[in-house]
C-alpha cells in the first residue's frame, strides 16, 4: 500500500506541476503580449513625437532658407530696378540735352532768318 500510494502521490505532485506549469506558461505568454502591446505602443507614441519634431524642425530651417532666398531675389531686383532707373534717367538726360540742342539751333535758323528778312524790309 505505501508504495501504491507513494506511486499516486508522486503522479498527483506530476499532475499539478504540470497543470502549474501550463498555467504559468499561459499567463506569462498572455503577460508578454501585454507587454509586448504596450512596448510597442509607447514607441509608436515616441516615433511619432519625434517625427513631428523633426517636420517642424525641417519645417522651419526650409522657410528659413525660402525667405534668405526671397530676401536675396527682392534685393537683387531692387539693384536691377536702380540700375534700370539710372540708364533710363541718363537715357532721359541725353535725349533732352539733344532735343534742347535741335530746338535751340532751330530756334537760332529761324532768328537769323527772321532778323535777315527785317534787316532787309527794312
Do not use: K, N, P
Not at 506541476?17 to 498555467?23: M, V
Not at 501585454?34 to 509607447?42: P, V
Amino acid at each position: 500500500h505505501r508504495a501504491e500510494l507513494e506511486r499516486s502521490v508522486e503522479e498527483a505532485i506530476a499532475r499539478c506541476t504540470d497543470e502549474l506549469t501550463a498555467r504559468h506558461r499561459e499567463e506569462l505568454e498572455r503577460s508578454g503580449e501585454e507587454t509586448t502591446a504596450r512596448c510597442t505602443l509607447e514607441l509608436a507614441a515616441r516615433h511619432r513625437a519625434e517625427l513631428e519634431r523633426s517636420v517642424e524642425e525641417t519645417t522651419a530651417r526650409c522657410t528659413d532658407e525660402l525667405t534668405a532666398r526671397h530676401r536675396a531675389e527682392l534685393e537683387r531686383t531692387d539693384e536691377l530696378t536702380a540700375h534700370h532707373r539710372a540708364e533710363l534717367e541718363r537715357s532721359v538726360e541725353e535725349t533732352t540735352a539733344r532735343c534742347t540742342d535741335e530746338l535751340t539751333a532751330r530756334h537760332r535758323e529761324e532768328l537769323e532768318r527772321s532778323g535777315e528778312e527785317t534787316t532787309a524790309r527794312c
